[in-house]
């Protein structure tokens, strides 16, 4: 993205963006110099581009997995800029017929996802906040492309560590599962810096001033969010321990930033 006078711009790109930042860190281009400056202070702290494309794989992962249990929808929250690999397209990979609804409460990502032309009747986007469940479980789009009452993978993939204690992350998951089919399933990835407590506490000053906050948590506060689901093998780990498909995956450096799981609804 060519860096363009601000005032012709319809969001603000003088304050990072936590979608935009996660999009350098990928080698996207759908960034800005604020994003850059404020990325470049978090990948002083760590191995912040590796951290990102192992979570970025552990989303293929789990979309694979989840459609080799024969699940063809997909609903995927805070979903960020389109990159490469993005779910539909992991997903169409193995049934052309699967559908896919990405929920971002970041006009931005709405706006590259059409400009991208990434939406067809199979595929859509909504503007909305997973902050607000029942917004998203009864929005008019999402209804049309997926049925509820199917199974569907539920992907809460780097979102829930923007969400305060306050705003209750752990009720979020259940309110957005709650009433999903047997057979569905969630995934979840999500920071932590149980490894790393001093670089964790410097990476949240620079995203307090950026769209979102960064709220670290530990393997505890992670295995809540599959209450109510039988979780998957070999359980909440780190994300390089989570059926690594290659030694990409099994020796990237900074696994251990990222908790990740896969859970079923009996």
């Given amino acids: 993205m060519t860096d363009q006078d601000p005032a012709h711009l319809p969001f603000d790109v003088t304050v990072p963006n936590a979608a935009r930042m996660y999009d350098y860190y990928l080698g996207?281009?759908?960034?800005?110099q604020v994003d850059r400056d404020a990325a470049e202070k978090i990948m002083a702290l760590g191995p912040s581009r590796s951290i990102c494309v192992a979570n970025r794989r552990f989303l293929g992962r789990a979309v694979r997995h989840a459609a080799a249990q024969g699940i063809r929808q997909f609903?995927?929250?805070?979903?960020?800029?389109?990159?490469?690999?993005?779910?539909?397209?992991?997903?169409?990979?193995q049934d052309p017929g699967a559908r896919v609804v990405y929920v971002d409460y970041d006009p931005v990502v709405r706006a590259h996802a059409q400009a991208l032309r990434m939406l067809d009747d199979t595929v859509t986007v909504i503007e909305q906040d997973v902050r607000e469940p029942e917004r998203v479980l009864g929005h008019a789009d999402?209804?049309?492309?997926?049925?509820l009452s199917r199974p569907v993978a539920v992907l809460f993939i780097a979102i829930l560590h923007c969400l305060t204690d306050d705003e209750d992350p752990w009720g979020v998951v259940r309110a957005l599962t709650g009433e999903l089919a047997p057979g569905s399933m969630i995934a979840v990835s999500h920071l932590t810096d149980d490894a790393h407590p001093e670089e964790g506490a410097a990476a949240r000053k620079v995203y307090d001033k950026a769209t979102a906050p960064l709220i670290h948590r530990s393997h505890a506060d992670v295995e809540r969010f599959f209450e109510g689901f039988e979780v998957l093998e070999p359980g909440v780990t780190r994300v390089n321990e989570w059926r690594p498909e290659d030694d990409l995956d099994r020796l990237r450096p900074g696994g251990e930033w990222f908790y990740v799981g896969m859970g079923r609804k009996i």
């Fill in 28 to 32: 996207g281009k759908n960034n800005y």
């Fill in 75 to 93: 609903l995927d929250l805070g979903t960020g800029l389109p990159t490469q690999e993005n779910v539909h397209e992991v997903a169409k990979r």
């Fill in 142 to 147: 999402l209804r049309k492309t997926i049925d």
